[in-house]
């Protein structure tokens, strides 16, 4: 998607802020040669926008290398953002005790336009390497978090973000059409708890549960990961009750904090 797909009422305001995204999105140092081709924009528009970000600190140019870059604002709003509307503050001393009794990683995770992002984790006694990390984008339809918090949307945000999926085969496991994962989230809704079963990782298995508040809005999802070698299904499935009891002390903290309204 370029900055001109995205642009819509909000007129010069958005298209300065697609580009902003654009260039967020490429997770490093970009030069502008590799902005345009993305961009959908007229060279002299493009370079005006540029131009504004950075003179706003939202964006660093690096004359030596001629590239762009986060800037400090926006470092500066996002940990704002982040401390405000994150479940990460409030979750953290109960995360800290789910991980020291069971000693497997614990992901909180929460829904941003369909994808999974990742507020929070904890690693195993024994860390394993995986994908997940803290502000990482993750996918929805194959990860344990991402399927509890689906299973919980009403049917129109529903719809939404499963026509953000991407369906992509991770492994020979992996759910690849929405017809699979619909009848996957009724069955989550059913028994309480989202399973990865090396959905998103071969090796990697988790166990998830949606954190939800008093009237059933979905805030965010709760999971522990393990690897199949270390762990049994019987095991994993053994903490569905202590994953589940932190998920409902999070959701009783949550509830005397009002969270910003997100993009599910």
């Known amino acids: 998607m370029t900055a001109h797909d995205r642009e819509t009422s909000d007129g010069t305001v958005g298209r300065t802020l697609a580009v902003l995204d654009l260039v967020a999105e490429f997770g490093r140092p970009v030069r502008f040669a590799e902005i345009m081709p993305r961009a959908g924009l007229p060279k002299a528009t493009l370079y005006r926008f540029l131009q504004v970000l950075a003179n706003q600190d939202m964006l660093l140019f690096d004359e030596d290398r001629q590239t762009y870059a986060p800037g400090m604002r926006l470092v500066r709003l996002a940990h704002s953002a982040w401390a405000q509307s994150s479940l990460a503050p409030l979750a953290k001393g109960i995360i800290d005790d789910l991980a020291d009794r069971i000693g497997q990683t614990v992901h909180l995770a929460q829904l941003d336009n369909g994808a999974v992002l990742y507020v929070d984790k904890r690693n195993a006694r024994q860390p394993v390497e995986m994908f997940s990390q803290s502000g990482k984008i993750g996918p929805a339809y194959c990860t344990g978090v991402g399927k509890a918090m689906l299973a919980h949307l009403s049917d129109a945000r529903l719809e939404q973000a499963i026509s953000r999926q991407s369906f992509h085969g991770h492994t020979p496991r992996t759910i690849t059409t929405p017809e699979a994962l619909k009848?996957?989230?009724?069955?989550?809704?059913?028994?309480?708890?989202?399973?990865?079963?090396?959905?998103?990782?071969?090796?990697?298995?988790?166990?998830?549960?949606?954190?939800?508040?008093?009237?059933?809005r979905m805030l965010g999802a709760l999971s522990v990961t393990t690897t199949t070698a270390a762990t049994s299904r019987d095991q994993l499935l053994a903490l569905a009750g202590p994953v589940t009891d932190a998920s409902a002390a999070i959701a009783a903290a949550a509830e005397a904090w009002r969270f910003p309204e997100t993009k599910q």
């Open 183 to 216: 009848a996957e989230l009724a069955l989550i809704r059913d028994r309480g708890y989202a399973l990865d079963d090396e959905e998103h990782e071969a090796g990697i298995a988790c166990i998830a549960v949606p954190i939800l508040s008093k009237s059933g």
